[in-house]
């Protein structure tokens, strides 16, 4: 079953009283353990569909599902529930809180939720992205590669169905970016997680499973490895 699954979905936006179509008929399926990669220019549509795809907006109409579940028709605590629960995100900007270490900013999620083993899960967390040791480091005592690994520890604290990443190796250069890139994919095996991924990179495209290129918010080439 698709963990992320777009039927026909329309997005528009009121600009100045003007309406602007940001997608146009989106159809698309991301199941678990698959990687799917969103290319275009900027503004053909890639954040908007991530945060369809993340319930942090929703389709003019068509359907958004996430993990068998309608967005749209979702009551507000259940969409809290969605959104803590089973979507994990990664930006470009790594979005750390430079006043809390690497463990605290990967654990807050789980306080924020109130689960249980905060701290111990983090710390599983941090292993697994290759962080066993800076536990303690400010975000700024941290390399742009080390800062999103803790943001990728993050976004998988808590055991998301789906990881959506948005130009998650944009502020990395040409080395560290791969090594992100061979993280992601490795995760989404391991975890088997659905992971839908904004990019403009060709090589970031290039280790998806199907790459999806958007032009004016329209779908208009899709490739399966």
Do not use: W
Not at 30 to 55: D, F, I, M, P, Y
Not at 72 to 90: M, Y
Not at 167 to 181: A, Y
């Amino acid at each position: 079953m698709a963990l992320v699954e777009l039927r026909n979905v329309v997005k528009d936006y009121d600009t100045d009283g003007q309406k602007v179509r940001a997608l146009d008929g989106i159809s698309l399926s991301v199941g678990a353990g698959e990687l799917v990669a969103l290319v275009g220019r900027s503004g053909c549509g890639k954040s908007t569909l991530l945060n369809l795809a993340g319930a942090m907006d929703f389709a003019s109409s068509g359907e958004v599902r996430i993990d068998g579940q309608t967005s749209s028709a979702a009551s507000e605590g259940a969409l809290t529930r969605l959104r803590r629960e089973k979507v994990g995100f990664v930006f470009q900007s790594f979005q750390l809180l430079h006043t809390l270490s690497a463990v605290e900013n990967v654990e807050l999620p789980l306080l924020l939720s109130r689960r249980n083993r905060a701290r111990e899960l983090a710390l599983e967390r941090m292993g697994d992205v290759g962080l066993d040791g800076l536990e303690n480091r400010l975000p700024h005592q941290l390399s742009g590669g080390q800062m999103q690994r803790v943001a990728i520890a993050r976004a998988l604290v808590h055991s998301p169905k789906v990881l959506l990443a948005d130009e998650p190796t944009g502020n990395l250069d040409n080395t560290t970016g791969s090594q992100i890139l061979d993280l992601l994919l490795c995760l989404t095996r391991e975890r088997n997680t659905a992971t839908l991924m904004a990019t403009h990179s060709v090589e970031a495209a290039g280790i998806a499973d199907v790459v999806i290129t958007l032009r004016d918010g329209r779908m208009v080439d899709v490739k399966h490895k």
